[in-house]
């Protein structure tokens, strides 16, 4: 079964270190852009097909309404087969998630929340421009709670401006006081084109120096594991059974259909992607393609991609699966580079396979770049 992404680009305010696609203070097209989406999901050419998960991932699609939200369900269930056990997420902002609003929600058959948290801590939230205070975000996860979610997500950065590795150790031991299941822990990645990049670059903010990050993604494991939860990928850690099974598809390679502006798809032989601007969209959507470019992977760009997203999961590659999808063996294709990799200490064999080492962990994308040819 597939997975849709739904792409709500509204956002209050644009975040200092935001390069998601997503737009401050347009939230005038709402309306407009809810229709558009039902009416490209109502015509889509992948209609009928079968769907297991689906994300509303922003952006800040807690913006919407409830009957805005109704209306894109409505739309995705008259024309997919939805699984009557779908995971469906929706991605919200603690300063738009009030009790009666994540009610309705639940009662609207959403069954997991995303919340951006980041911080509990007034002077970071300041640094990263978001608009909601740590009280905030304790009370949306609780309301969430209140009103009946028990599959809660939040997630949390680290390696912020001024932050210390006491600091971030202290927003881990308010994150797990709260009723979470999965977490998403990221180290801040300064994008060229933000505020906070310019800021950075400028010399008007300084960032932690790389070896105190580390520090703290050591940290990050230390409490998670502690705590009972399960680091099934880089940033992502679980309670048993609460994996993000939306997510779990695009690091195993399997299909996923994207609406909205900036959504992406993958059919298992193509990538595509929307075009970003919303009054095109708004415009086009259901009536002519919102396709911005579409991409055929060959069979060695499918090989490099399998193996990199598989590394993003702490289960790694399985040799076996490999095979079956490639119709050739994993060693014969990328043996040099498991070698090297493992000589190195970022990569370990297993049963079947391998994966990252601890230390791989903190290389990933170095480890990655190796399997490219
Ligand atoms: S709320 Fe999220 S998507 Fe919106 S600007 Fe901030 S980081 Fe970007």
């Known amino acids: 079964m597939i997975g849709l992404y739904i792409h709500i680009p509204f956002c209050r305010h644009k ?9 401050g203070g347009v939230e005038s097209y709402i309306p407009a852009y809810t229709e558009a989406l039902c009416r490209e999901i109502s015509t889509s050419p992948r209609e009928g097909l079968a769907v297991d998960t689906i994300y509303f991932g922003g952006g800040t699609p807690s913006l919407l309404k409830i009957p805005q939200i109704a209306s894109i369900l409505q739309a995705v269930t008259q024309h997919f087969a939805v699984d009557s056990h779908a995971e469906i997420t929706l991605e919200g902002n603690p300063d738009s998630l009030g009790r009666e609003y994540l009610k309705s929600l639940h009662e609207l058959g959403i069954n997991r929340l995303s919340i951006g ?3 509990f801590q007034p002077q970071l939230l300041r640094s990263l421009g978001r608009i909601h205070s740590s009280r905030q975000a304790v ?3 609780e309301n969430a709670a209140w009103a009946g979610f028990d599959n809660l997500s939040a997630d949390l ?3 912020l401006p001024g932050q210390t590795v006491q600091m971030a150790a202290d927003d881990l031991s308010q994150l797990l006081r709260l009723p979470l299941c999965h977490a998403s822990v990221y180290s801040l990645i300064l994008e060229p084109g933000t505020c906070l990049y310019h800021d950075v670059t400028a010399g008007m903010v300084s960032l932690p120096p790389d070896d105190q990050v580390e520090k703290m993604a050591s940290v990050v494991h230390q409490v998670f594991k502690r705590y009972g939860f399960d680091h099934y990928e880089i940033s992502s850690y679980a309670r048993p059974g609460r994996r993000s099974r939306h997510n779990v598809k695009y690091w195993t390679y399997v299909p996923y259909l994207g609406f909205g502006v900036s959504a992406h798809s993958f059919d298992g032989h193509v990538r595509s992607a929307h075009i970003s601007n919303i009054p095109q969209y708004i415009r086009y959507a259901g009536r002519q393609s919102v396709l911005a470019e579409s991409v055929v992977i060959d069979v060695n760009r499918a090989q490099e991609d399998y193996c990199f997203l598989a590394l993003r999961m702490r289960d790694g590659i399985e040799y076996d699966d490999f095979a079956r999808r490639f119709g050739v063996p ?3 294709v990328f043996g040099k580079v498991v070698d090297k990799l493992v000589k190195q200490g970022l990569l370990e064999r297993k049963e079947g396979g391998c994966r990252l080492t601890s230390l791989g962990l903190a290389y990933g994308n170095y480890v990655f770049s190796q399997f490219i040819r």
């Open 157 to 159: 950065m680290y390696g």
């Open 139 to 141: 009370e949306a996860v």
């Open 330 to 332: 994993m060693e014969s």
């Open 117 to 119: 948290v980041q911080s």
């Open 15 to 23: 975040c200092r270190y935001c390069d998601f696609p997503s737009y």
